[in-house]
């Protein structure tokens, strides 16, 4: 079975190329909630020139504090959960929509690594999920494989990837 390619920036800035077309025509704004990527999704985003008519704002939570205040994501969803879960990124993504005046919304959780990992969430482990504002979420958890900056260039790929799907369907 063959691994997947490491994005690279190229096509990291072609996948959000990509998404910041499809969301000005569609006259659609779009928000992201980051945890393993720090940031990542959002810069690959406003990268692409013209994205402040179609890119609204990016949250960083990396913190369960941050989490809390900044996207709404319940205390006990942490406590019970982790961080790291399908419930987390759900609460991520709908928080992001609640505090934004995007159309549609992404979030990352994940464990980057190197350290982190447990055998129920080794490193490499990440929830992407994906909202429209006033529709249902779709979530995927994925295992990447790499260290931390492949898992974390994996991570702004499958998320942006999900978005054009989305998006286009």
């Given amino acids: ?3 997947p390619a ?12 990509d998404v910041g077309e499809i969301l000005h025509s569609h006259g659609q704004s779009l928000a992201t909630a980051e945890s393993c990527t720090g940031g990542w999704i959002g810069k690959m985003l406003t990268d692409v ?14 913190s369960y504090e941050a989490k ?9 969803t942490l406590i019970k959960h ?23 919304a992404v979030a990352v959780t994940g464990i980057a690594g190197p350290t982190g990992g447990t ?24 295992h990447f494989d790499g ?10 790929a499958a998320a942006l990837q999900g978005l054009r799907k989305i998006l286009t369907s």
């Fill in 1 to 3: 079975m063959n691994k």
């Fill in 6 to 17: 490491i994005p690279d920036d190229a096509a990291l800035h072609d996948l959000a190329a």
């Fill in 49 to 62: 020139a013209g994205s402040s008519a179609w890119f609204d704002c990016g949250i960083t939570a990396y």
């Fill in 68 to 76: 809390e205040a900044l996207l709404g994501v319940r205390p006990e």
């Fill in 82 to 104: 982790g961080a790291v879960s399908e419930v987390t990124v759900l609460e991520m993504v709908s928080g992001a929509l609640t505090h934004s005046g995007a159309s549609v």
């Fill in 119 to 142: 055998p129920d969430k080794p490193v490499g482990t990440v929830w992407i999920a994906w909202k429209r504002r006033g529709g249902y979420p779709t979530m995927q958890q994925f």
């Fill in 147 to 156: 260290d931390r900056d492949a898992v974390r260039r994996h991570t702004v």
